[in-house]
Nanobody
Framework: VQLQASGGGLVQPGGSLRLSCAAS????????MAWYRQGPGKQRELVAV???????NYADSVKGRFTISRDDVKRSVYLQMNSLKPDDTAVYYC?????????????WGQGTQVTVSS
């Protein structure tokens, strides 16, 4: 299984970006899909998660600004980021819990850099 993330870049404070992550490989079902981030000198933290039942959860720091969505036909997850702040600068990683032949495993994408700066 591979997760391919894209959509990062440089944006000014108050701007928007949309991250995408597509899963490929041996997949029966994708359970949770999530975005994490790791800022400079910080630990990796959960940003947003989407379950296969439709439940979503967000870190308090991004509530009201970020929206996670998924397309199970395309095996993809997205993160719409609005009103970006310099503190949102980080490498963003997608993560998925994927079931195949009765077993579930977590997989990580390669990370995409988001820099918020004027």
């Amino acid at each position: 299984v591979q997760l391919q993330a894209s959509g990062g870049g440089l944006v000014q404070p108050g701007g928007s970006l949309r991250l995408s992550c597509a899963a490929s490989g041996s997949i029966d079902r994708i359970l949770t899909m999530a975005w994490y981030r790791q800022g400079p000198g910080k630990q990796r933290e959960l940003v947003a998660v989407s379950s296969n039942t439709g439940t979503t959860n967000y870190a308090d720091s991004v509530k009201g600004r970020f929206t996670i969505s998924r397309d199970d036909v395309k095996r993809s997850v997205y993160l719409q980021m609005n009103s970006l702040k310099p503190d949102d600068t980080a490498v963003y990683y997608c993560n998925a819990l994927i079931r195949y032949l009765g077993s579930g495993n977590y997989y990580w994408g390669q990370g995409t850099q988001v820099t918020v700066s004027s």
